[in-house]
């Protein structure tokens, strides 16, 4: 049966999904395309509804996804174009969606000894530099950010749609300045934070396997008591007028020389 009404229930609901205080209530977030949702079926525990509109699959990619539908023991809501779009977040949309389980790990989950490399983000604002760190991160490997007090939601639709799928692929850890800072004092994690009145250039530093990179916020940077945790500051040089980077081009310019030098020594 496909649902014709926008004043569905279930349809109402969707669309509160894009309320930050009702997808902490639900647990869920909203995801829209078939690429993205594609991706979600590849853990289909996390799905909670599978939303499509068939009159808009119209491509071959489309038809590919609804064969994979099939074999999946989710829930499918069928729905008319009119329904669709009254919830969807794209101009020309694709005709499916879906409602999907948020995934939060916890601090002493993480074990120093194999923890890789992961971001620690003060306070960010801006969903969309949220969204574009996720997809560097998937770029180099990265496992995981933690988000350290008030920080946007990475299960905001601009962050979710910036991810461009990495929301599935990296691991969100909560936590407060406090909470990290004694976290990391008793782990011993090495941690190196951004600063523009750093003396040590990014490039000058050997970064370990397993570490924390510090990214401070939009307008204030890295709150004191988090660079009086990390290990070395370091500062990225500019010749410009500008007298700072956007956060997401700060954060892709260190993670690629944290990349790039394990790379080699992994080469090595």
Request: proline residues 4%; hydrophobic residues 40%.
């Amino acid at each position: 049966m496909i649902i014709t009404s926008t004043a569905n229930e279930q349809v109402k609901t969707i669309r509160k999904l894009r309320e930050r205080k009702y997808r902490h209530e639900t647990n869920t977030f909203y995801i829209e395309g078939i690429r993205i949702v594609r991706e979600a079926m590849a853990t289909p525990k996390r799905i909670q509804t599978l939303i499509v509109a068939p009159d808009l699959l119209r491509s071959a990619r489309a038809e590919d996804a609804l064969v994979e539908i099939t074999a999946l023991d989710v829930p499918v809501l069928e729905v008319s174009p009119l329904v669709f779009e009254s919830f969807g977040l794209k101009e020309n949309p694709q005709g499916l969606a879906a409602v999907v389980k948020q995934s939060w790990a916890k601090l002493t989950a993480v074990k120093p000894e194999e923890m890789g490399l992961w971001v620690g983000l003060d306070s960010i604002a801006d969903p969309g530099n949220l969204g574009t760190i996720m997809r560097t991160m998937d770029a180099v490997g990265a496992k995981g950010i933690f988000l350290v007090d008030d920080c946007t939601d990475p299960y905001d639709p601009s962050a979710v749609r910036g991810s461009m799928g990495a929301v599935f692929s990296v691991e969100f850890i909560k936590t407060t300045a406090q909470e990290m800072a004694n976290w990391k004092r008793a782990k011993n994690v090495p941690m190196f934070g951004t600063s523009d009145a750093a003396k040590t250039g990014y490039q000058e530093v050997a970064y370990p396997k397993n570490m924390i990179l510090m990214m401070g916020s939009e307008r204030q940077g890295l709150q004191q008591e988090l660079m009086r945790c990390c290990d070395e500051m370091v500062a990225i040089p500019m010749t410009g007028k500008s007298d700072s980077l956007n956060l997401a081009v700060a954060t892709a310019v260190t993670l690629y020389e944290i990349y790039n030098q394990q790379r080699k020594n992994e080469a090595a």
